[in-house]
């Protein structure tokens, strides 16, 4: 009797034993095809992510280059109108142009974000290329609290002459006033641009008018994490907000 407690026991020990390993096994082949799903989910995703985040990159290289020759064909227009009006304000226009030139163009590469210092000078050659055109008609009132953080290559300035283009010059009177600027409130850079031109019905923008602000709207908003914010009313003016994440826009969290 006492044997046969024995083996009794013993064959229900190992076979309790090689149950165990058995549900040990199961599991980890079970962990292993989960980890394999999980693997290939992950990687799956990682893969969508990055041909999202190469799309992206690819419609703001389209973008950028679309802006610089946008900012090309408007003032050479301005300077051909001066050649015929006053010649010795085409040769001035012709020198802050070079100016342009000599720094901001190359075809072959366009730089994602840069110094809003860099952008202050684009938007400094472009009021000068206006006060040769329009004189005192035009006016810009700039107040620059903060210049340390990066935006986008010709964005801000690609507002502004939205603002002359669309918002002044459509007036009767043909001319006004643009305010730009910049300050810093908790965490975030605030830019402003502010005209007192035609204004426009926000929900009805003419393609024409929008393309500028959709440019720069999509590279703001995909280069720093920012947004902007579009406020007009026809015959009242315009005023664009647009918010950066300050570490976003000195470069921290967007390189």
């Not at 703001?60 to 227009?77: K, R």
Request: glycine share 6%; with cysteine.
């Amino acid at each position: 009797i006492f044997i046969a407690l024995v083996l009794y026991y013993y064959t229900l020990f190992f076979s309790l034993l090689l149950l165990w390993v058995n549900l040990l096994a199961a599991v980890l082949f079970y962990v292993n095809v989960l980890s394999l799903i999980f693997a290939e989910n992950e990687d799956g995703a990682k893969k969508e992510n990055e041909a999202k985040q190469n799309q992206v990159n690819a419609e703001i290289a389209f973008l950028s280059s679309q802006i610089q020759p946008h900012f090309q064909y408007n003032t050479l227009t301005t300077i051909q109108e001066m050649c015929y009006t006053d010649p010795l304000k085409a040769a001035d226009a012709i020198a802050i142009y070079a100016s342009f030139l000599r720094r901001r163009i190359d075809f072959e590469k366009y730089e994602k974000l840069i110094p809003f210092s860099e952008e202050i000078i684009s938007i400094n050659e472009y009021i000068e290329l206006q006060k040769l055109r329009f004189g005192d008609k035009i006016k810009f009132v700039t107040n620059f609290e903060i210049t340390a953080f990066s935006v986008p290559p010709l964005s801000i300035q690609t507002l502004v002459e939205n603002s002359v283009h669309h918002g002044l010059r459509k007036t009767k009177e043909g001319g006004g006033t643009v305010w730009i600027e910049t300050k810093r409130f908790e965490d975030n850079i605030l830019i402003f641009i502010i005209d007192n031109g035609a204004g426009f019905d926000v929900n009805f923008l003419p393609e024409t008018q929008g393309s500028g602000l959709n440019n720069s709207r999509f590279r703001i908003e995909q280069l720093t994490g920012g947004s902007v914010q579009i406020i007009s009313k026809p015959g009242e003016g315009t005023e664009i907000q647009i918010i950066i994440p300050y570490k976003s826009s000195t470069g921290e969290g967007n390189t």
